[in-house]
Structure formats: structure tokens, C-alpha cells
């Protein structure tokens, strides 16, 4: 169950790399809050598969409902509840606002995820990792 695959962490890191550009250098209403939403999970995704040798609907399921879960707990305020609203690393990782489109976002990849890495797998190919 345990192990290391190169090619997920390296688009793991690909990822994430493309993540904080976009968080740096795009202000736009579309890539940063859509596009960033549906790559995020296929961050998770990516660096989960990184270390552990689980089927693709496992992991992605469990990445979908972590995402949820991440937005539920912008939707309750968790941040103000805890008492962590001055501190950046708490609103940055957690987030502060809940949005009916980042769960469209998060669903689309976990839907790109799922077809793409099944035809990876039904063709033998390297379309994703």
C-alpha cells in the first residue's frame, strides 16, 4: 500500500507549482477561482497517490469529500469560530468564503481525474501521470 511513484509526485509538484503562480500573478474571475479549484484537487489527489498505491476512485472519492469538507467548514464560519481570523495561515489554507461554484469546481476534478486516469489505465498510456 505504501510507496513512492516519481511520476505523481512530479506532477505533484507541477501542481503545485502552477498553483502558487496562479495565486501570485493572476486576478482574474475565471482561472484563479475556477481553474484553481479544479487543479487544487488534482493536487491532492496527485501527491496522495504519491505514497499510497490505492485504486483511483478510492483516492478520488476521499479527495472529493476532503474538498467538501473544506467548504462546509468555510460555509459555518470555522475560521471565526476558532478564533483564527488574524492569522493568515488559517484563512489561506482553510479559506474564509463559502462558494456553491468551488464545489462545481472540486466535482469537475474529480470528474477529470476519474476519466482521465481510467483511460490511463484502460490504455496503458501516460495522459495524466
Same mark, same amino acid.
Given at each position: 500500500?505504501?510507496?513512492?511513484?516519481?511520476?505523481?509526485?512530479?506532477?505533484?509538484?507541477?501542481? #503545485?507549482? &502552477?498553483?502558487?503562480? $496562479?495565486?501570485?500573478? @493572476?486576478?482574474?474571475? +475565471? &482561472?484563479?477561482?475556477?481553474? *484553481?479549484?479544479?487543479? /487544487? @484537487?488534482?493536487?491532492?489527489?496527485?501527491? @496522495?497517490? %504519491?505514497?499510497?498505491?490505492?485504486?483511483?476512485?478510492? /483516492? !478520488?472519492? +476521499? /479527495?472529493?469529500?476532503?474538498?467538501?469538507? $473544506?467548504?462546509?467548514?468555510?460555509?459555518?464560519?470555522?475560521?471565526?469560530?476558532?478564533?483564527?481570523?488574524?492569522? !493568515?495561515? !488559517?484563512?489561506?489554507? =482553510?479559506? %474564509?468564503? #463559502?462558494?456553491? !461554484?468551488? =464545489?462545481?469546481?472540486?466535482?469537475?476534478? #474529480?470528474?477529470?481525474? &476519474?476519466? %482521465?486516469?481510467?483511460?490511463?489505465?484502460?490504455?496503458? *498510456?501516460?495522459? +495524466?501521470?
Amino acid at each position: 500500500m505504501l510507496t513512492f511513484n516519481k511520476r505523481y509526485f512530479a506532477l505533484t509538484i507541477l501542481l #503545485f507549482v &502552477v498553483e502558487v503562480l $496562479i495565486a501570485l500573478f @493572476v486576478r482574474d474571475r +475565471f &482561472v484563479r477561482p475556477y481553474v *484553481g479549484d479544479v487543479l /487544487v @484537487v488534482m493536487l491532492i489527489y496527485c501527491f @496522495v497517490k %504519491t505514497f499510497m498505491n490505492l485504486p483511483i476512485t478510492s /483516492v !478520488a472519492i +476521499f /479527495v472529493l469529500v476532503f474538498a467538501l469538507t $473544506i467548504e462546509f467548514l468555510q460555509y459555518i464560519h470555522i475560521v471565526e469560530r476558532l478564533g483564527l481570523e488574524k492569522s !493568515a495561515l !488559517a484563512r489561506t489554507v =482553510i479559506g %474564509t468564503s #463559502f462558494a456553491w !461554484a468551488d =464545489i462545481v469546481a472540486y466535482i469537475a476534478g #474529480f470528474v477529470l481525474i &476519474v476519466v %482521465t486516469e481510467t483511460y490511463r489505465e484502460k490504455n496503458a *498510456g501516460s495522459i +495524466f501521470c
